[in-house]
């Protein structure tokens, strides 16, 4: 089988190798700092030893489970903790395969680029759906789309890269679609933190047995580099997903996971809140900068992505590059995201410099 290596690779060891200062607005990673629940679970957990040091129960730690289904509301059963977001969406996409109702996975257009990967991984097929311009979409489209040959339909809400946001009506027609479909829904949330619209909506707000909600705290304690994720199962799904779980990863991190568990005890709402309004900050002035650059561009609901188009310069790779070189700036072409916007430059905006990469993006534009 064969895998293609992610741009996103390519872009960051390009921009790491640059002859000049190159601001990153490649990966989300975010800047703002995480809260001292973290770093103070972390200082608590270095003195346990012991036991404490041994593998976690492989379904992650049970007070963490225990918080994290008190706050979705769902039994703690059917909570897996995960390698960060990416595992458990490879957990529920592969439980979508094993039930054998179909194989072909809907996905949108543009994608965040892991969920072909994982398909590819899968042995599974890809049919995509091609979002509004705004980056909506329209369940009408995906149930054009679905059949008896669809596994699962995966959605990303807020979503990456476009910013939307899927309301109440739409989130509740995907659940809809995948039930009449004997299909799985995948719902990926792990911006919900960052909804800037008040339209968010969970899967879990539907009860039903054809979905798995994902999510992650890497983005809203910012903690990438923790690997903590989960994902919801329905009860009659979540054991073959902790197997698999298991054999792939045996068990997850113990400090990242009771550090996890200390941070969302003790973090107040004003945390979230005020990365919240920083992040709406820097979109209004890096938008601004791109109105001087005479540039199209979406201005996100939620996440933390805004995707442009510049005259007479398309998203590719090679274009990316020239940024990178001309004008020290690194987004990701828009071509890694799939074809409908494959003249559109991605950028992240989890950067302090923020202001300073539009203002340089406007004087090239400005100069072409």
Known sequence: MNYDTPLFFHVMSYATDADRDVIDMVSGNPDWGSPPGIAEGLHEYADLGGADFQYPPSEGLFELREEIAARRDVDVSQVVVTAGGGEANYLAMARAMEREAGDEFILTDPVYPYYPGKTTMLDAKQRFVATAEDGTLDPDDVREAASEDTAGIVVNSPNNPTGAVYDEESMREFVEIAEEYDALLVSDEVYDHFDFSGKFTSALTFDSDHRVVTNSFSKSLAITGFRVGYAIFPPDLVDVAKTRHMLTN????????????????????????????????????FTDALDAAGADYTTPDGAFYVMARFPDFPGTLSNVEKLIDEAGVAGMPGEAFGSSRDDWVRFALVTPRAEEAAERLADYFSDR
Not at 258 to 275: D, W
């Open 250 to 285: 045996v068990a997850g991190s113990r400090p990242s996971q009771y550090a996890v568990l200390h941070a969302l005890r003790e973090t107040t709402r004003e945390y979230y809140e005020e990365n919240r309004g920083l992040l709406e900050s820097r979109i209004e002035t």
